[in-house]
């Protein structure tokens, strides 16, 4: 029994006819039989019929269904499929269409079925409708036991699971009479929900016989253990746009977390070799786990059965080995939380390279999680902060270990990082250029502001016309503050510039003074923003007053639109300096 083969299966042309004869109720044929005589029957009735199901054209179609005596043409098949009108109305979603139409059909003539023995009700079961079903359910209440799928025979719940309707496959679970269903039919469905997501109709299926927890696909050989380790389980519900996408989300987090405990409750009972056998073949559970991320499920499993911390992989790596390779800081956190052993498990060494815990943080990460912060600089802070969190649980006799290359952790480190380290400093020197010029000519307009006084010079007395004015006084704040900041910055940028760019600047030094920079530069915009205002209602305050207050207005679009613009930048940066290092406070009691 393979389940990744259900959707797929098909019936020989040569015998398609024979074997659906045999085994479906099938629909009038007679229309699409290739004679001429047929043929010009099947383009003046069959195709209109097939196009006003299509469109939901309800008028049309039963003008055409009225043609015919007792609406024979309800139980012809359109299509070389077999697809009858309700196969098609039903597919296309169309609620009113199949209302009128199954209004005047036999209960029977719902059961006709097509070439993969699909009746309209299974169509109607894999999109999901509701309603649909329900209309032909109150028609016929056989339909749900009808099976199709071509050879592998399945339920309209089967269809509706394949799918990922959820909604329909626990209504169908509930219409269907599941004590005719064969053991397959149930190992079947449990996959088919943990691989869509349908985890409480999972559960129920679980509760029905607890020995499906062993039981493994052919297609992979896994267990449903297996997959749910490849889907990222979270206990606390990430925040999302809209408040009923969330509680759906919570919902489902909370069903997935409970049929894992109610998996591993039911393993548990048995002898450790029957528990091993089952997490470890083909592939060992928590090694899926660890891969991807999944630190809620890895953290269940450990803390009711803590031996699967020394589980190793066929490299000799542990769990945390690989946490480290895949840069996951909450897994790797897991070290803080096992205690004494954790000494013995930094000692264990990869037989591949003959790397220990810390080559492995040394190494260059994985594109997919190297990405997770953007820009070459902050990938290289990141990794940089990788290096140095581990290297503080190391022994130190392991700080200078050799792996099979002869390198040191140290050295492997800046040979796989040499690239990565080349393009951060690429990015930083062009990033602190850029921002170098737009200071310099914030410098230069500014101080060439301060001695072109708004307003003039008194002649008698050499004082400022506005001297007095407030305005005038705010102008000269903010003169003064641009200049400042802006002269600010150019010096921090410069010391980027001249900057020696060994990998320990990265950590820190680089970081903080591009941070410094940029506020610096934010504040000179923002000043010379007030000084333009400020000079402007001096020098038009006698004229119309809406237009000083219009210009000013308008002088203020650049801060936030530079905010917006910068926010992505200043984001990563912050993220990666400060934010990061949170990653690695260890939490108490996330095992036990």
Not at 4 to 18: C, G, K, M, N, Y
Not at 441 to 466: E, K
Not at 524 to 545: L, T
Request: proline fraction near 4%; hydrophobic fraction near 45%; charged fraction near 20%.
């Amino acid at each position: 029994m393979a389940v990744a083969d259900v959707s797929s299966v098909t019936i020989p042309a040569q015998e398609l006819q024979r074997v659906a004869s045999a085994r479906f109720r099938r629909p009038d044929l007679n229309l699409i039989d290739d004679t001429e005589e047929r043929r010009e029957k099947y383009l003046k009735l069959c195709v209109p019929l097939h196009k006003a199901a299509l469109k939901g054209d309800w008028k049309a179609a039963k003008h055409i269904l009225d043609e015919e005596d007792n609406w024979r043409l309800a139980r012809a098949a359109l299509t070389k499929g077999w697809s009858t009108v309700l196969h098609v109305a039903a597919g296309a979603n169309h609620v009113h269409f199949v209302e009128e139409l199954v209004k005047g059909m036999d209960p029977h003539d719902l059961e006709l079925q097509d070439t993969k023995g699909n009746t309209a009700f299974s169509l109607a079961a894999a999109t999901g409708n509701m309603q649909i079903a329900e209309i032909m359910k109150r028609k016929n209440n056989r339909l749900p036991l009808i099976r199709g799928g071509g050879e592998a025979a399945i339920t309209p719940l089967h269809m509706a699971a394949m799918q990922g309707q959820s909604e329909m496959a626990s209504y169908l679970y509930d219409e269907t009479t599941t004590q005719f269903f064969e053991r397959d039919d149930w190992i079947i469905l449990l996959f088919l929900c943990v691989s869509n997501e349908i985890y409480d109709l999972a559960l129920k299926v679980l509760r029905e016989d607890e020995e499906l927890a062993f039981k493994r696909d052919s297609a992979n050989n896994e267990t449903v253990l297996h997959i749910l380790a490849r889907k990222i389980l979270s206990s606390t519900c990430q925040s999302q746009r809209y408040r009923k996408r969330l509680m759906k989300s919570c919902l489902k987090q909370t069903q997935q977390l409970q049929l894992v405990k109610s998996l591993w409750t039911i393993l548990l009972k048995r002898r450790d070799r029957v528990i091993m056998d089952t997490i470890s073949v083909p592939s060992q559970v928590t090694f899926n786990a660890v891969e991807i991320g999944n630190f809620e499920f890895l953290a269940e499993l450990i803390s009711t059965y803590p031996d699967l911390i020394w589980e190793v992989d066929q490299k000799n790596r542990s769990l945390i080995h690989v946490a480290v390779l895949r840069r996951y800081a909450d897994i790797f956190n897991l070290i803080h939380d096992i205690g004494p052993i954790k000494d013995v498990i930094v000692t264990f060494v990869d037989d591949q390279h003959g790397d220990n815990l810390l080559h492995m943080a040394a190494r260059l990460a994985p594109s997919d999680r190297l990405n997770i912060v953007s820009g070459a600089a902050f990938q290289m802070t990141h990794e940089l902060l990788w290096f140095e969190e581990v290297k503080k649980i190391m022994l130190p006799s392991l700080i200078e270990a050799r792996n099979a290359e002869g390198l040191t952790p140290q050295r492997l480190f800046t040979r796989d990082h040499k690239e990565l380290l080349s393009n951060a400093e690429s990015w930083m020197k062009k990033t602190a250029e850029s921002c170098m010029v737009v200071s310099t000519l914030i410098t230069t307009g500014v101080f060439t502001a301060a001695f072109s006084i708004p307003g003039g010079i008194n002649d008698d007395s050499g004082n400022p016309n506005y001297l007095q004015k407030p305005s005038f006084l705010t102008f000269a704040i903010a003169d003064a503050t641009a200049m400042i900041s802006s002269s600010t910055s150019i010096l921090i940028f410069l010391s980027i510039l001249i900057s020696r760019y060994a990998e320990d600047d990265f950590h820190k030094s680089l970081p903080q003074k591009l941070i410094s920079g940029l506020v610096a530069l934010f504040i000179s915009i923002i000043s010379m923003m007030v000084a333009f205002s400020s000079a402007f209602f001096i020098m038009y305050c006698h004229g119309s007053k809406w237009v000083p207050n219009f210009i000013s207005a308008l002088a203020f679009i650049p801060i936030p639109l530079f905010a917006f613009l910068l926010f992505p930048l200043w984001s990563d940066i912050v993220y990666s300096t400060y934010f990061c290092r949170y990653l690695f406070l260890p939490s108490k009691h996330m095992l036990y």
